[in-house]
């Protein structure tokens, strides 16, 4: 290769990277250079009070061929939101944003909040092929990313779907996080498929929720009989999304009136607690049945001791706990969220068939963040908080 060659490639690379980092920023489905975004972050981790909404957030930009960038129509917020504000997860989704550990204590600030995100493409990395400029999506965003509280975010394409069709932006803002939170759990982790599910039994511990109710949703339309604990004020929703049968927990504990039941196939625990105490106990003993809890000490053992020894210190826990129940004849499950394209692709057929309803117990303007968090905060959900970030149409 020439001396003039390899300078010519050099000022190529260099030209290209200037723009990248250049002060404007043009979409290709824009007519407008940006240089700045709103968003709603925080510097620290604490209350309410270290939510700070910033009119100059950095815009996203494309480090990877397989990235999208979207821009935000709506925003679902989750309690992990909650949780991540408090500081909760840092130790582990540090070392998952800075593996080698090469940037210092606090490089994930000024960070945005938000897992759920129903948008438009604006921007497509080389190596994407399954999405265009201008296509509707919604994606679950995994939380060691920057979340979909601002007007753009950027996404990995194999955490991108089609909207459904059939949703508007705030209602399929209400549904990427929980349901690829329940497939992972009901399907990844405890086997479940629309060809083995029906006439199961599928106990949901906590049915009202956002898991919850998109749990009932799924298993009943692939034939399960599913049985809900929830409040009174909350049986009405969950018999609307199809339960078969409701325990209220607000008359006492639902352990009595569940052991007299037939038995159950799969128990999912949205609470957590005590539940482990007597739920494994309501499974069918040696038939495979599983109980899969979504509430597990993982990120609270890193945060308290550190990853590497927090990791030992769950590894056991689990191990311990699964063969204290395997003898006995059932299945002690760990689930977690997984994020994944081709699950919502799977969840946008059932959606758009009409099986699986938005369920959105209220909406917040983008000024309402905060409202919109502590509303979260205070729990006993009848599904999901919503933020509308952007309702124009029109380009960026």
Known sequence: MSALTILSVNMAVHTRCWFRHSAFRCFKT?????????????????????????????????????????????????????????GYGAATLSMKRDPLNMN???NEFPLTLGRDVSGVIMECGLAVKYFREQDEVWAAIPPWKQGSLAEFVVLSANEVSLKPKSLSHTEAAAIPYVATTAW?????????TKDNCANKRILILGGSGGVGTFAIQMVKAWGAHVTVTCSHNAERLVRQLGADHVVNYTTGPVE??????DKFDLVLDNIGGDTERWALNLLKPWSGAKYVTLVTPFLQNTD????????????????????????????YRWGFFAPSGPALDEIREMVDAGQIHAVVEETFSFAQVPQALEKVEKGHARGKTVVQINTRTDDA
Not at 184 to 192: E, R
Not at 256 to 261: E, H, R, T, Y
Not at 307 to 322: I, N, P, R
Request: net charge positive; proline share 5%; glycine share 10%.
């Open 184 to 192: 992972s759990a009901l399907v990844n982790t405890g086997g479940l």
């Open 304 to 331: 308290t001791l550190g990853v590497a020894d927090g990791m030992l210190q769950t590894a056991a826990t689990m191990t311990t706990k699964a063969l204290k129940h395997l003898v006995k004849g059932v299945h």
């Open 104 to 106: 210092q204590t606090g």
């Open 256 to 261: 009595v009136p569940l052991a007299a039941l």
């Open 30 to 86: 824009s007519s407008c250079c940006r240089t700045v975004m709103p968003a709603w972050v925080i510097d620290k981790y604490g209350g309410n009070d270290v939510l700070r909404l910033s009119k100059n957030a950095s815009l996203p930009l494309i480090n990877y061929p397989n990235e999208v960038i979207v821009k935000v129509f709506a925003a679902g917020l989750n309690p992990i939101d909650v949780s991540m504000r408090g």
